[in-house]
């Protein structure tokens, strides 16, 4: 069964800087385009993110130059590192396929990680 764990949330001040990981539970995790997304209560959950099998890479405009997108496929990790973060940047963080839910992924989103970028 698919499971995704995310996890490296905090409260961090304004231009402070987190690194965000997903465990992702999956055979061949490296043959999947996978993204980062985020979302505001009541709002829809956002694209930050993502990155193909052959590393290839894109961003929404909102975060470009400040984040960076990784993947570890020998220890099944997803990974987001976020630089100069601004107070907007404040949402529940989750990982899964692009476009998600794709294939297996079906259904199967992680409980996300809180990140609370305030002074």
């Known amino acids: 069964q698919v499971q995704l764990v995310e996890s490296g949330g905090d409260l961090v001040q304004p231009g402070g800087s987190l690194k965000l990981s997903c465990v992702v539970s999956?055979?061949?995790?490296?043959?999947?385009?996978m993204g980062w997304y985020r979302q505001v209560p009541g709002k829809q959950r956002d694209l930050v993110a993502t990155?193909?099998?052959?590393?290839?890479?894109n961003y929404a405009d909102s975060v470009k130059g400040r984040f960076t997108i990784s993947r570890d496929n020998a220890k099944n990790t997803l990974y987001l590192q976020m630089n100069n973060l601004k107070p907007e940047d404040t949402a529940v963080y989750y990982c899964?396929?692009?476009?998600?839910?794709?294939?297996?992924?079906?259904?199967?989103w992680g409980q996300g990680t809180q990140v609370t970028v305030s002074s």
């Open positions: 999956v055979r061949i995790f490296s043959i999947y385009s």
């Open positions: 990155i193909t099998s052959g590393l290839s890479t």
């Open positions: 899964n396929t692009d476009p998600p839910e794709f294939g297996r992924f079906s259904g199967v």
